[in-house]
C-alpha cells in the first residue's frame, strides 16, 4: 500500500509539470500586457519594457518556465503582481473558504442523491421513479450560473432569509453550498439506482429476504454497503469538479474562494496567480483521487489487490461480504 | 431583412425603455439634491464591480475607477467643481490666484485635520505636490502638467504648472489630485503601505479596513473641516461583485443599497421595478468610431472611411447603445458641454446606401471588403448593429470581443480597422483629444488614430491654452471641422452609466468621468 501511495504521489510530477505548461503555453498566445496591467494605461513604452524586464517577461517563455518551477519545488509559487504578497500566502485562506463550499456541497449532492437514488430504485418503473429522474436531471441540465442567480433571487430577494453574496456569516455558504450541489444530485441518483436495481438482485438479498428481514433492514443493512461503492467513486470526481469549477459560481456569490481568485487573476492577466491557483487545484485532484482509492480498500479490503495490482483501475462492483 | 428585424427590435427596445428616458431626467435631479444634513449610526454598503488596486491612486502612479471611488472619501482636494455648471468653488483651498499664466497661489484653509489631528500646512501640500504627484505620476494627468510647488508660508501654496491652461483649475478638483502629508504616510508605513492602509487624509471617512477580496470599510470623520457636510452614514462598507445581475440581486435583497457601474442594458432592465430605483446618467463621454488612418489598412483611404459613415445607422446605434435614452451624437464633445458644437446636421447623419456603394467602388472595393474591431463585450449589441449597418454595403466587419487587458493592448498595438473609444470632456481639460496630437500623453496610446497633422496638434494645444472660453469654442469648431472633413471619426452617441438604488436612498451624485460618488447618500 506504502509503495502504491508513493507511486501515486509521483504521478504528480508529471501533471503538474504538464498544467503549468500548459498555463505557460497560453499565456505567450493571450493578448495583455500584464506589465501594461500594473503600470496603467498612461504609462510609457519604455515603462512597460522596464516592468517588463523586472517581471523577467521579456525572458525566452522556457527560461520562465524552468524558473518558476524551480522556485516551485522550493514552495515559492511566485509573488501576485497584483499585491506584491506571495501567491502561497494568498491561496491558502481562499482554498480553505472554497474547500468548506465544495464539502457542503458535495455533502448536500450525495445526500439528496443517494436519498432519491434508493427511494427511486425501490419504487421502480412508478410515477415517483420517474419525478424523481426528471426532477434531478433538470437540476444537472440547467446551468450553475443560473440556478446560483435563480436561488438568490428566492432566497435572498424574496424571502430576505440568506445574503445574496458574501460569506460574512455561515448563512453566506448556504447558496453557493445548494448550488453546487443540486446541480450533482441527478449524476448521484442515477449511479444510486442502477448500483441499487443490481445489489437488489443479488442472492445474498434473496436470501436475507428469504430469511424474513424487513425490507428497510436488507436495504440499509445489506445492500447499502455495496451501492455506496461507485457513489464514493463519484464523490471523488466530484469534489474535484467542485473545486475547480466554482469559479463562475464564487464570482457570482462574491464568494473569496480559490475560484474568484483565478478569475480576477486571469482578468488582470496576473499570471503568477493563475499559475498558483491552477497548480494548487491540480495537487488537490490528484490527492482527492489518491484519497477515493484508498478508501475503496478500507470499505471493502478485498479490493486492495484488484487497486494496488491495477493501478489505479477500479471495479465496477463488488461482492457482498 | 436582417437589418429590418435589428431596426424593429431597437424600435420596440425604444419603446420599451421609454421609462429609461424618465429615469435618466430623475437622475440629473438626483445629482441636484444637497448633500446630507444629518448624521445618522446607519452603514451604507457600495457594490463596486471590481477590487480596487490601490486605495491612493496617486501614491501608486495610477487611476482606476473603484481606486477612485473609494479614495474620494478618505482624502480632499484643493479646489472643488461643481459636475452641472462647471465652477470652481473651494476645498482645502479658500481661495486662488493667478500670479501669472503658469503659477498659481493657493491660500489654504485653517481647520483642516489631517488623519493624525495635526492641521494640514503648505509645507504638507508642496510635499504631496513635488514628491507624490510630480515623482510618481509623470506618465499621468497628476504629474503631467504639474511642474512643481513652494510653500510660501504656513498657510499659501504657489503650483507651478507646465503648461498655460484655464482648465488646469477644474482638473486640480479630480479625485487623483488628493493632497496628504508626509507626516500622515510615514506613519501608515511608508508611500507603498499607505496605498493598503490609507490612514491619511483630511477626508470625510476615514479607513478602517480592508479585508481583501470581501470588502473595505471607512467610517465617519466627526472631525472634519466642512460645516456644510454631515455625512449620514456612519460607515461605508465597498464590497466587490463582479457579476452586475449578482450587483443587482444584491440590492433588492437589502444586502448592498448601491450598485455601482451597472452595463446601461441591464440597469434599465429595472427601469420599472418598485424594488430597487434605477439611474442612467450621462456623464459627459461621448462614444467615437475611429479609423485606424495607418498605411496598409483599407480605412486609410478616406474614401472607406465615408462610406462606413454613410452606412451607419446613427439613430438605431444611439438607441441600442444608450438604451433608448440619448439621441445619436451631433459632434465630437457631449451635448451637456459648453464646448458641444453641432457639426453635423441631420441630413448628413441620414444612411445612404447607394452613395456608401459608390464610395467604396472608387476605393477599389466594388465587391466588397472585410474590416476588424475589437470591444469590450459590455458593448456586444452596438457592434451587432454597425456589423449590419455595413454588410448593407458589402463589409463584413469580424467582431473580436474581448477584456480589458486585450482591448488596450490592441489599441496601443493598431490592430484593428475601427474601433470605439470614448472621450469624456465636460469641460476643458489639459489632456484633451488624445489621438490626434503627437504627444498623446493620455489614456490609450493608440495605434491607428494618431496619425494628426501638424495643423490638428496646433489647433488642440491652442484650444487647452486659449484663456477665453468663447474663442476655445471656435477653435473647437476648427477641429471638429478637420476631423470631419477628413471622416477622421463618426461620432456615435453620448455614453450612459448605470447605478441601481435601494429605492430609500437619495443623494445619488458622481465624480468626475461618471463615477460614483460614495459620501453624498442620505435617506
Known amino acids: 500500500m506504502g509503495r502504491y501511495i508513493v507511486k501515486r504521489l509521483l504521478l504528480l510530477i508529471p501533471i503538474l509539470l504538464?498544467?503549468?505548461?500548459?498555463?505557460?503555453?497560453?499565456?505567450?498566445?493571450?493578448?495583455g500586457d500584464p506589465a501594461r496591467q500594473i503600470l496603467g494605461n498612461d504609462a510609457t513604452e519604455e515603462q512597460v519594457q522596464a516592468k517588463r524586464d523586472e517581471l523577467g517577461l521579456n525572458d525566452p517563455v522556457i527560461v520562465q518556465y524552468f524558473r518558476y518551477i524551480a522556485g516551485v519545488c522550493h514552495g515559492d509559487f511566485g509573488e501576485s503582481y497584483r499585491t506584491g504578497e506571495p501567491v502561497l500566502e494568498e491561496l491558502v485562506p481562499r482554498l480553505a473558504t472554497s474547500a468548506k463550499i465544495t464539502l457542503g456541497a458535495v455533502a448536500i449532492g450525495a445526500i439528496l442523491g443517494v436519498l432519491l437514488g434508493v427511494i427511486s430504485a425501490l419504487k421502480k418503473y412508478t410515477w415517483v421513479d420517474s419525478l424523481v429522474l426528471v426532477v434531478s436531471m433538470f437540476f444537472q441540465s440547467v446551468p450553475e450560473f443560473v440556478v446560483?442567480?435563480?436561488?438568490?433571487?428566492?432566497?435572498?430577494?424574496?424571502?430576505?432569509?440568506?445574503?445574496?453574496?458574501?460569506?460574512?456569516?455561515w448563512k453566506g455558504y448556504i447558496l453557493p453550498m445548494l448550488t453546487i450541489g443540486v446541480s450533482?444530485?441527478?449524476?448521484?441518483?442515477?449511479?444510486?439506482?442502477?448500483s441499487m436495481l443490481e445489489v437488489l438482485g443479488e442472492d445474498y438479498i434473496r436470501t436475507a429476504r428469504a430469511k424474513g428481514q424487513t425490507e428497510s433492514k436488507i436495504v440499509?443493512?445489506?445492500?447499502?454497503?455495496?451501492?455506496?461503492?461507485?457513489?464514493?467513486?463519484?464523490?471523488?470526481?466530484?469534489?474535484?469538479?467542485?473545486?475547480?469549477?466554482?469559479m463562475v459560481l464564487e464570482t457570482v456569490f462574491s464568494v473569496p474562494g480559490v475560484g474568484k481568485y483565478i478569475v480576477d487573476a486571469i482578468t488582470a492577466r496576473n499570471y503568477p496567480s493563475?499559475?498558483?491557483?491552477?497548480?494548487?487545484?491540480?495537487?488537490?485532484?490528484?490527492?482527492?483521487?489518491?484519497i477515493v482509492d484508498i478508501s475503496f480498500v478500507v470499505i471493502d479490503p478485498r479490493l486492495k489487490t484488484t487497486i494496488i495490482a491495477g493501478g489505479a483501475k477500479k471495479p465496477k462492483k463488488a461482492k457482498a461480504a | 431583412m436582417r437589418f429590418r428585424k435589428i431596426a424593429a427590435f431597437a424600435m420596440a427596445a425604444t419603446m420599451m425603455l421609454s421609462t429609461a428616458v424618465s429615469t435618466q431626467a430623475a437622475a440629473v435631479g438626483a445629482n441636484e439634491d444637497p448633500a446630507n444634513t444629518e448624521k445618522t449610526d446607519e452603514?451604507?454598503?457600495?457594490?463596486?464591480?471590481?477590487?480596487?488596486?490601490?486605495?491612493?491612486?496617486?501614491?501608486?502612479?495610477?487611476?482606476?475607477?473603484?481606486?477612485?471611488?473609494?479614495?474620494?472619501?478618505?482624502?480632499?482636494?484643493?479646489?472643488?467643481?461643481?459636475?452641472?455648471?462647471?465652477?470652481i468653488t473651494p476645498g482645502l483651498a479658500t481661495a486662488w490666484e493667478w500670479v501669472d499664466d503658469t503659477h498659481c497661489k493657493?491660500?489654504?484653509?485653517?481647520?483642516?485635520?489631517?488623519?493624525?489631528?495635526?492641521?494640514?500646512?503648505?509645507?504638507?501640500?508642496?510635499?504631496?505636490?513635488?514628491?507624490?504627484?510630480?515623482?510618481?505620476?509623470?506618465?499621468?494627468?497628476?504629474?503631467?502638467?504639474?511642474?512643481?510647488?513652494?510653500?510660501?508660508?504656513?498657510?499659501?501654496?504657489?503650483?507651478?504648472?507646465?503648461?498655460?491652461?484655464?482648465?488646469?483649475?477644474?482638473?486640480?478638483?479630480?479625485?487623483?489630485?488628493?493632497?496628504?502629508?508626509?507626516?500622515?504616510?510615514?506613519?501608515?508605513?511608508?508611500m507603498e503601505q499607505a496605498t493598503k492602509t490609507p490612514f491619511i487624509g483630511t477626508g470625510r471617512y476615514r479607513f478602517v479596513e480592508w479585508k481583501t477580496t470581501e470588502y473595505i470599510k471607512v467610517e465617519r470623520n466627526e472631525d472634519y473641516w466642512d460645516p456644510d457636510y454631515a455625512g449620514y452614514f456612519k460607515e461605508i462598507v465597498f464590497k466587490f461583485i463582479g457579476e452586475?445581475?449578482?450587483?443587482?440581486?444584491?440590492?433588492?435583497?437589502?444586502?448592498?443599497?448601491?450598485?455601482?457601474?451597472?452595463?446601461?442594458?441591464?440597469?434599465?432592465?429595472?427601469?420599472?421595478?418598485?424594488?430597487?430605483?434605477?439611474?442612467?446618467?450621462?456623464?459627459?463621454?461621448?462614444?467615437?468610431?475611429?479609423?485606424?488612418?495607418?498605411?496598409?489598412?483599407?480605412?486609410a483611404d478616406i474614401n472607406v472611411r465615408k462610406a462606413i459613415d454613410l452606412a451607419l445607422d446613427f439613430d438605431n446605434i444611439a438607441i441600442v447603445g444608450t438604451a433608448g435614452t440619448a439621441q445619436a451624437a451631433t459632434g465630437y464633445i457631449d451635448f451637456g458641454s459648453y464646448y458641444h458644437n453641432d457639426t453635423y446636421t441631420p441630413e448628413e447623419r441620414a444612411v445612404d446606401i447607394d452613395k456608401a456603394k459608390e464610395l467604396l467602388a472608387e476605393a477599389g472595393y466594388e465587391d466588397g471588403l472585410t474590416l476588424n474591431t475589437t470591444y469590450l463585450a459590455e458593448t456586444e449589441t452596438v457592434h451587432a448593429v454597425i456589423k449590419e449597418c455595413l454588410r448593407q454595403i458589402g463589409i463584413d466587419l469580424v467582431l473580436n470581443p474581448t477584456d480589458v487587458p486585450t482591448f488596450v493592448q490592441t489599441a496601443n498595438s493598431g490592430d484593428y480597422d475601427i474601433m470605439i473609444i470614448g472621450e469624456w470632456m465636460t469641460d476643458r481639460i489639459p489632456s484633451a483629444f488624445p489621438f490626434i496630437r503627437w504627444d498623446n500623453i493620455h489614456g490609450f496610446h493608440m495605434g491607428g488614430p494618431q496619425t494628426t497633422t501638424d495643423e490638428l496638434d496646433g489647433l488642440v494645444h491652442q484650444f487647452i491654452e486659449e484663456k477665453d472660453d468663447e474663442t476655445a469654442l471656435g477653435i473647437l469648431q476648427q477641429i471638429e471641422q478637420i476631423m470631419k472633413d477628413d471622416c477622421m471619426v463618426s461620432n456615435l452617441y453620448p455614453e450612459v452609466k448605470g447605478a441601481i438604488l435601494n429605492p430609500d436612498l437619495k443623494g445619488f451624485t458622481t465624480l468626475e468621468r461618471g463615477y460614483v460618488c460614495p459620501y453624498n447618500f442620505y435617506k
Open chain 2, 43 to 87: 452603514t451604507i454598503t457600495i457594490a463596486l464591480a471590481s477590487e480596487p488596486t490601490t486605495l491612493a491612486p496617486s501614491l501608486s502612479g495610477t487611476a482606476a475607477n473603484e481606486a477612485q471611488i473609494v479614495s474620494s472619501t478618505l482624502m480632499d482636494t484643493l479646489v472643488r467643481q461643481d459636475k452641472v455648471t462647471n465652477e
Open chain 1, 18 to 31: 504538464g498544467v503549468s505548461a500548459i498555463i505557460f503555453a497560453l499565456k505567450t498566445v493571450t493578448p
Open chain 1, 220 to 246: 440499509m443493512r445489506h445492500a447499502m454497503r455495496n451501492t455506496m461503492i461507485p457513489v464514493a467513486q463519484s464523490i471523488g470526481t466530484h469534489l474535484g469538479n467542485a473545486l475547480g469549477g466554482g
Open chain 1, 184 to 194: 450533482s444530485i441527478a449524476n448521484y441518483t442515477r449511479i444510486t439506482r442502477s
Open chain 2, 244 to 299: 452586475p445581475a449578482s450587483r443587482e440581486a444584491n440590492v433588492e435583497s437589502g444586502d448592498v443599497d448601491v450598485a455601482a457601474d451597472m452595463p446601461v442594458i441591464q440597469a434599465s432592465a429595472f427601469a420599472e421595478s418598485d424594488a430597487v430605483k434605477t439611474v442612467l446618467y450621462n456623464y459627459g463621454q461621448n462614444g467615437h468610431l475611429w479609423y485606424n488612418m495607418t498605411e496598409g489598412h483599407p480605412t
Open chain 2, 106 to 190: 493657493f491660500t489654504l484653509r485653517d481647520d483642516a485635520k489631517c488623519y493624525n489631528g495635526d492641521t494640514l500646512t503648505a509645507e504638507d501640500v508642496a510635499w504631496c505636490i513635488n514628491d507624490v504627484w510630480v515623482a510618481l505620476n509623470a506618465t499621468n494627468d497628476t504629474g503631467m502638467f504639474v511642474a512643481g510647488a513652494v510653500a510660501d508660508d504656513e498657510h499659501t501654496v504657489t503650483i507651478e504648472f507646465n503648461l498655460a491652461s484655464p482648465a488646469l483649475l477644474g482638473m486640480l478638483s479630480w479625485t487623483n489630485f488628493h493632497v496628504f502629508s508626509q507626516a500622515d504616510v510615514e506613519a501608515a508605513g511608508g
Open chain 1, 274 to 290: 493563475v499559475l498558483g491557483g491552477a497548480l494548487m487545484i491540480a495537487i488537490i485532484l490528484v490527492v482527492i483521487n489518491l
Open chain 1, 148 to 169: 446560483g442567480l435563480v436561488l438568490i433571487m428566492i432566497f435572498a430577494v424574496n424571502l430576505h432569509w440568506l445574503p445574496a453574496s458574501g460569506i460574512e456569516t
